[in-house]
């Protein structure tokens, strides 16, 4: 099975409001953790990432957090705007490591409410 | 800048029937190449990664292949195509030899078996 996973799959947002998109992972060796924001009919494009050194960091709009304690990673999405409807898919892997694989979650739906 | 191309962007096959998709990457050398499939509202599987031409990875076993005829050019190919094999066909590169794992993705292909 996957060794990443989300614990909710679909996420309503009233727009203007902020979106917290959780995800938990189980490889302690992991230590490279990416968001990935998926449209429909599209792929996935890169939000943000965060190496294990670091347990914050923040984007445009965007802030991830990891816990290394309890293996957990999310992403905080301000201000929600209809455009950040999509699903949204963490990814980890161990640097360095052959073919540079990520192991995806199964991905999270958020629906912005106008 | 780096971009990557997948061709074609739709394709409908009868069952039994062959099949090619392409993927080119532009802008970058010596890249890692890879192939996921997903399923319609679900997450992403790696079917292939590739390190170097002729060098191929198989994740899953399946009725697909896959080669690399050229550094920055990645193929995906089925002899006889099953119902199973439909869905949404991504391809992805990496950099090599560099400190990021960072994967960016193609617009994908969705194929169509009926």
């Known amino acids: 099975g996957e060794s990443v996973g989300l614990h909710l799959p679909t996420l309503s947002v009233q727009e203007g409001d902020n979106s917290i998109i959780n995800c938990a992972y189980s490889n302690s060796a992991s230590d490279y953790f990416i968001w990935y924001k998926q449209e429909s009919g599209k792929g996935p494009q890169f939000i943000i990432d965060i190496r294990s050194n670091m347990d914050k960091r923040q984007g445009q709009r965007v802030t991830v957090l990891l816990n290394k304690t309890v293996k957990h990673l999310s992403l905080q999405i301000a201000a929600t705007q209809p455009g950040d409807s999509a699903v949204y898919f963490c990814?980890?892997?161990?640097?360095?490591?052959?073919?540079?694989?990520?192991?995806f979650g199964g991905g999270t739906r958020v629906l912005v409410k106008p | 800048s780096q971009t990557i191309h997948q061709w074609p962007a739709t394709l409908v096959q009868p069952v039994g029937s062959p099949l090619s998709l392409e993927c080119t990457v532009e802008?970058?050398?010596?890249?890692?190449l890879y192939w996921y499939r997903q399923a319609a509202g679900r997450g992403l599987q790696l079917l292939f990664y590739?390190?170097?031409?002729?060098?191929i990875s198989s994740e899953v076993p399946q009725n697909l292949s896959a080669s690399r005829p050229q550094d920055r050019q990645f193929i995906l190919s089925s002899k006889k195509l099953l119902l199973s094999d439909s869905g949404f066909y991504l391809c992805?590169?990496?950099?090599?030899?560099?400190?990021?794992?960072?994967?960016?993705f193609g617009p994908g292909t969705r194929l169509t078996v009926l």
């Open positions: 992805a590169w990496s950099v090599r030899d560099l400190d990021t794992d960072t994967q960016y």
């Open positions: 990814a980890e892997n161990i640097s360095k490591a052959a073919g540079n694989k990520l192991t």
């Open positions: 590739s390190v170097g031409i002729g060098q």
């Open positions: 802008g970058t050398s010596n890249p890692n």
